[in-house]
């Protein structure tokens, strides 16, 4: 299973931080953010947690997806845990040209519902 250890980082095209970048078949993946000052962004390396953003594409041509059963937006203030979570969700989701759905899967926490 891939897993947050799994995710290679780089340094973040701003330069202040790093971004992790993982893709999976069905045309969805993830990115993993953090800064390391404070700069308008929602997380930050001395709290160890993440900015994730749900991802439609490959890793050569990509947007962020905002219109996912998983979120409308990006999300703060993410742990290890919490990606490892949302990884699981990503996996399921498939693009099917016009259209998008999960999968089959039966998760069902606070932070991404799946439907079977």
Wanted: one cysteine or more; proline letters at 3%.
């Amino acid at each position: 299973m891939i897993t947050f250890k799994d995710i290679e980082f780089e340094p973040h095209k701003s330069g202040h931080g790093q971004q992790g970048l993982i893709f999976f078949p069905g045309g969805y993946g993830l990115s993993a953010v953090r800064f390391l000052t404070p700069s308008g962004f929602y997380s930050y390396t001395d709290d160890n947690t993440w900015e994730v953003a749900i991802l439609k594409g490959t890793k050569n041509q990509w947007e962020i997806c905002y219109d996912t059963e998983i979120t409308n937006d990006v999300l703060a203030y993410q742990t290890e845990e919490d990606i490892n979570k949302i990884i699981k969700h990503v996996q399921r989701l498939y693009n099917d040209e016009n259209n998008w759905d999960y999968i089959s899967g039966d998760y069902d926490d606070n932070k991404a519902k799946c439907v079977s």
